[in-house]
């Protein structure tokens, strides 16, 4: 079965400190994998996806199939970057649904 | 910028009633869903819903639950007779499906709260 772990419920940084939210997915396919944001009081709004490669503010996930894992990276935490991380599965061959993790709580302290 | 919308954002019933949340796709977006997340859990996938049919559902999506698209604009989720493990937020979302997809666009929810 399609399982992300996000191991770290809570995680607090201070502003210009590196951050990392981890991220583990069970899958024997091929996956796609996200991350989504949810800052306070707005909606789930896609943050990354690995298949882009991109890096959208200042962030970056790199898809280690080794240990299955997608963790998400920042060099220098913002103060606005505090919000809820998920991370999602979507595995390919026909299924739209994505598989959410639990989330980690990101707070940023100036 | 098109955005999902949602209503109502906040419902309180009574067990046994019947609730259905209303979504409002984004209106060239060909599949749609619902999720829920119950407080302090995951957000769980419910069903997603393209050309008119379910096209995949999760196990909580049980008898009691039905979708439907009456007037080709809105998205309903019906709850026949609620129970009180029902009460979750429930997020409407959409997308454009084909090659492109992984990005949905998520409604802010509607709260249910079942006494």
């Known amino acids: 079965a399609q399982r992300v772990t996000q191991p770290e419920k809570l995680l607090s940084v201070f502003k210009g400190a590196p951050v990392e939210l981890k991220c583990n997915y069970s899958?024997?396919?091929?996956?796609?994998l996200f991350w989504y944001v949810q800052y306070s009081r707005q909606r789930l709004q896609l943050l990354l996806r690995?298949?882009s490669r991109e890096s959208i503010k200042g962030f970056t996930a790199d898809l280690n199939k080794g240990e299955t894992s997608f963790h998400l990276k920042k060099p220098f935490a913002q103060e606005e970057d505090s919000a809820m991380y998920y991370c999602a599965l979507k595995y390919q061959g026909g299924s739209e649904k994505l598989v959410f993790g639990k989330g980690t709580k990101l707070t940023v302290n100036p | 910028e098109p955005e999902v919308t949602q209503t109502p954002s906040h419902q309180v019933t009574q067990m046994g009633q019947e609730v259905i949340l209303r979504c409002v796709p984004i209106?060239?977006?060909?599949?749609f869903y619902w999720y829920r997340q119950i407080l302090g859990q995951k957000v769980e996938f419910l069903v997603s819903f393209y050309n008119n049919e379910i096209s995949e559902k999760s196990e909580i999506f049980d008898d009691q639950f039905s979708v439907e698209r009456p007037d080709g604009s809105n998205f309903t989720l019906k709850i026949r007779s609620t129970k009180l493990e029902d009460s979750a937020m429930y997020f409407c979302?959409?997308?454009?499906?084909?090659?492109?997809?992984?990005?949905?666009?998520f409604g802010e929810g509607s709260r249910l709260t079942v006494l």
């Open positions: 209106s060239n977006h060909l599949y």
């Open positions: 899958y024997s396919g091929s996956p796609e």
């Open positions: 690995h298949i």
């Open positions: 979302a959409s997308d454009f499906g084909g090659a492109d997809t992984g990005e949905l666009f």
